[in-house]
């Protein structure tokens, strides 16, 4: 009788370890990501905005900005906006 209480406590106190364990490893135990943006739709700060030089279409973010009588103008790199500037003398 002694000895199947005993083995009970044993059997309770093992489980409560495992509750125990579990319960410790729940937060951050599984890297879940915080932005599933993989397929998703693209925020909407990323505007695509179409280089008046080569005609290539840039996210805003990525693009060279110029500032052309008070118009923004974008470029998908450097040379684009130097051939722009010089064609234009600005
Ligand atoms: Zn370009």
Redesign the pocket.
Known sequence: MFIGRLLLILVLAFLLYRLVRFLLRLPGGTVRPSFPRAGGTPPKSEDMVK?P??G?YIPVSEAKCLVVGGKRVY???NE?MEEFRKSRNV
């Open positions: 280089d030089c080569c290539v470029f998908c790199s684009c």
